[in-house]
């Protein structure tokens, strides 16, 4: 059984329209197939959820850079550990969000580096530093297990990264923004689910794809790494020797990437 881990933006979604329409193609034959398509993603559970229903996916999904997994209830047979809220399982790991603040605020002190938190935002401002219509701003403001943050002052932020892990913290970087969070990270959260996969279906085979630095872990935790192009490109396939990388960026390359496993 095949599994298929991917990163939404810049990876299935274009970095600045945020289309999937030209990985219809590969979308439309991993539904027929009935392949388990499972977000990866720093974005928010709203946000996600309004991907889902879009894209029309009705699969687990982990959110915040690995902070949480979502399972659908009665997704997988057997009783599921974690909480359950609404309609899902919720497996966590990230550090709940009110005390990420307070360790972001006292690095930023601490290291003399001044930032703008993402909470600090409002929907509006969230909007246009993102090119987000106000309603996914919105949806993107509503975060639980991960603080973006922008740096005022570049030259400050070794000692504001060196504060954060002195914290107890991680730090990870995706677009534009910073990122503090917890314990958690992607990869973690790709082997949780991997083994909630297992151990209903047996051994299964996964497919991961990322276009980010942030994407590196949780592709090595994958059969079958899959850079999509971009700015981070040569990078990541430094640190995955063995991961191919499209040719193409965003949509068209996740299409062409997708399709490529099929015709194997």
Request: glycine share 6%.
């Amino acid at each position: 059984m095949l599994i298929i881990f991917t990163d939404l933006d810049g990876t299935l979604l274009d970095r600045d329209t945020y289309s999937w329409q030209a990985a219809l193609p590969a979308l439309s034959q991993i539904r027929d197939r009935s392949i388990p398509l499972v977000f990866v993603t720093s974005k928010t559970r709203g946000e996600v959820e309004f991907w889902r229903r879009a894209i029309q996916n009705e699969h687990p999904f982990i959110v915040e850079n690995g902070g949480a997994a979502f399972i659908p209830e009665r997704y997988f047979p057997e009783p599921m550990p974690g909480v359950r809220r609404d309609a899902y399982h919720v497996l966590e790991w990230g550090t709940p969000y009110a005390q990420l603040i307070a360790d972001l605020r006292d690095a930023s002190v601490a290291s003399r580096c001044p930032i703008t938190a993402f909470h600090e935002l409002a929907v509006e401002e969230v909007a246009k530093l993102c090119d987000l219509p106000l309603e996914q701003a919105r949806l993107a403001s509503q975060r639980e297990y991960d603080e973006p943050f922008l740096v005022r002052e570049e030259s400050r932020v070794p000692a504001l990264l060196a504060a954060i892990e002195a914290r107890g913290r991680k730090w990870t970087k995706g677009g534009r923004f910073w990122h503090i969070v917890g314990a958690n990270d992607k990869e973690v959260a790709v082997r949780a689910l991997t083994a909630l996969f297992e151990r209903t279906y047996g051994p299964v085979v996964t497919a991961g794809l990322g276009d980010g630095l942030n994407d590196a872990a949780f592709l090595q935790a994958t059969t079958t790494p899959i850079i999509i192009q971009s700015d981070a490109a040569e990078i990541l396939s430094t640190r995955i020797p063995r991961a191919l990388v499209t040719a193409r960026p965003g949509p068209q390359g996740w299409n062409e990437a997708v399709l490529s496993m099929f015709r194997r």
